[in-house]
């Protein structure tokens, strides 16, 4: 997983403009369960190679971002498409990556109009 500072992140994100998704978790040193949310990106990151993970550490969570920490915010195609708490249970976090890869490849499939609808779900 990339470690990359906050004001770096779009210039991060223009580098992946491509079918990869973008998985970025927004943590904190002084959370408990943030470094637990860490550890179970890490543990599962080989079994997602279509997928590229950044970690970026953050005092308050971003105004692009929910309002909490840890919070796992995935791009595609340079757009924020999906959002939610950091996973630090490493079943919940393959099932939630599970859940996104199969809406995008329907819709990339045309089963579900845009992209915009990776949140529909």
């Given at each position: 997983m990339k470690d990359i500072?906050?004001?770096?992140?779009?210039?991060?994100?223009?580098?992946?403009?491509?079918?990869?998704?973008?998985?970025?978790?927004?943590?904190?040193?002084?959370?408990?369960?943030?470094?637990?949310?860490?550890?179970?990106?890490?543990?599962?990151?080989?079994?997602?190679?279509?997928?590229?993970?950044?970690?970026?550490?953050?005092?308050?969570?971003?105004?692009f971002a929910p309002g909490y920490i840890p919070a796992f915010t995935v791009f595609y195609l340079g757009t924020r498409i999906y959002e939610c708490i950091g996973k630090h249970n490493v079943v919940e976090l393959n099932k939630e990556l599970q859940k996104l890869q199969t809406r995008l490849e329907e819709i990339k499939a045309g089963k579900h109009g845009n992209i915009t609808n990776v949140y529909n779900n």
């Open positions: 500072e906050l004001e770096n992140l779009k210039s991060e994100l223009d580098l992946y403009k491509s079918d990869k998704l973008i998985g970025v978790l927004l943590w904190n040193s002084e959370c408990t369960v943030c470094k637990d949310a860490i550890d179970a990106i890490e543990y599962v990151e080989a079994d997602w190679p279509d997928w590229v993970f950044i970690k970026v550490h953050v005092e308050y969570p971003p105004i």
